[in-house]
């Protein structure tokens, strides 16, 4: 891995380690208030992006930030921070322990490294993945530094899949997995990542949401389905507050056809 590349990972996770580890003190005891759009936000939701963006400032300078707590509209520069600050809010609050931090850096409005640290469970995903970029990076997805691939197996009633809060209409007779909801959209699809479901579905996920976790899960051979719009390239200039991205992940191709008929009732 090459400098630019060593010194990407080490901020990521020196940053992420710093910030959880001041999450953790917060964890369950903290108070959420109520956004617009519906979603909860905590004090420590707060701290935790103004940390990160002033860390980001401080080491990249000329690099974009795109945030769910402050930065909303993508500024169109050639490289660019995503970020999600606390990834699963609620269950922070409740002293729940699946949450997140999950960052994603975008080369011309394309994510193509992404990192994403579950303080509670001592876990840290991160994962290359340069598409069509034209960018050379390292190769793989990885779990505590250790490689991770999607399952190959077929789908039965031993295996699992995700659902969030709002897809669950897809629940009815036939369905072949059991189901599990987390309360947590990166989480959610970095199970995927690791072979531990076979697939999850998002109805209402917004970009910070997925930068991270749309890297790891490509890299780790998952197929990543977008339900309405694509997410990626952000456009310049564009506020992505409001705008959602309904996904299904799946640990490889042939189950696109099996899990995509019982979407149907799913509001997207």
């Not at 001041?22 to 108070?31: K, N, R």
């Not at 490689?147 to 039965?156: G, L, M, R, Y």
Request: proline content about 7%; charged content about 15%.
């Amino acid at each position: 891995m090459n400098d630019f590349w060593t010194t990407i990972l080490d901020f990521a996770q020196t940053t992420t380690t710093r910030v959880g580890k001041q999450l953790m003190q917060d964890f369950g005891q903290v108070q959420a208030s109520q956004k617009a759009d519906g979603t909860l936000v905590t004090q420590a939701d707060k701290w935790a992006d103004q940390e990160i963006r002033d860390a980001i400032a401080s080491n990249f300078s000329g690099y974009g930030i795109l945030s769910e707590e402050s930065e909303r509209s993508f500024p169109g520069t050639e490289w660019c921070w995503v970020i999600d600050p606390l990834d699963g809010t609620t269950n922070f609050t409740r002293g729940i322990p699946i949450w997140s931090i999950s960052l994603g850096l975008l080369y011309q409005g394309t994510p193509i490294f992404g990192y994403v640290y579950a303080p509670p469970l001592n876990q840290a995903f991160h994962g290359f993945w340069p598409g069509s970029s034209g960018i050379t990076t390292p190769t793989g997805a990885f779990l505590n530094h250790h490689p991770i691939h999607t399952s190959s197996d077929s789908p039965s009633n031993n295996h699992f899949f995700n659902l969030c809060s709002r897809s669950t209409a897809i629940i009815r007779n036939g369905f072949p997995c059991k189901i599990r909801m987390l309360g947590v959209a990166s989480y959610n699809f970095l199970t995927v990542a690791t072979g531990a479901t076979l697939g999850g579905i998002e109805a209402t996920p917004k970009v910070w949401d997925l930068a991270g976790a749309w890297v790891i899960v490509q890299a780790a051979g998952g197929v990543w389905s977008s339900l309405n719009s694509e997410p990626f390239p952000l456009s310049a200039g564009e506020d992505y507050s409001d705008r959602s991205f309904p996904t299904l992940v799946v640990s490889r191709p042939e189950l696109v056809p099996i899990f995509e008929p019982f979407l149907e009732g799913v509001k997207i």
